[in-house]
């Protein structure tokens, strides 16, 4: 879970970022997104990677609502909803083994929530 879940974390960020970065060519959230994407990580991943098992994961095929996608908007809030979700599976799961490694998942997925308004209504 954790593996999969961290990499969902970086993924989702890494898709707003490229939109923020080549589409709106704004350094400065494109950037905040790249940090945040760069905090997202364990000391752990070597271990994690001797577990995973991909190709046998129950729900690697696509569903249909992941293919319908009506916007770019949609996209970004799809992938910050999916990176939302992530950082708090995280956060629970390191509850068990490690604070503080739950409390940066946490920081994350509260910046997510920052970045999401400004990327998708504005300062308002």
């Known amino acids: 879970m954790i593996d999969a879940n961290l990499n ?3 993924e989702g960020i890494r898709v707003v970022e490229d939109i923020v970065r ?5 350094k400065d ?3 905040k997104l790249k940090q945040l994407r760069h905090k997202a990580k364990i ?3 070597l271990e994690l ?3 995973r098992d991909s190709v046998n ?3 690697r095929t696509t569903i249909k609502s992941e293919l319908n996608r009506t916007d770019i908007s949609a996209i970004i809030l799809a992938n910050f ?3 939302q979700e992530s950082a708090r599976v995280l956060e629970e799961l390191y509850k068990l083994h490690n604070a503080e490694y739950s409390e940066n998942f946490k920081q ?3 910046e997510l929530y920052t970045l999401e308004k400004t990327i998708l209504v504005g300062n308002k």
């Open 49 to 51: 990677l001797k577990e």
């Open 108 to 110: 994350i997925r509260y």
């Open 81 to 83: 909803k999916r990176a």
């Open 29 to 31: 959230l494109s950037s």
């Open 8 to 10: 969902r974390l970086k």
């Open 57 to 59: 994961d129950v729900l």
């Open 22 to 26: 080549y589409r709106d060519n704004n």
């Open 43 to 45: 000391k752990e991943t």
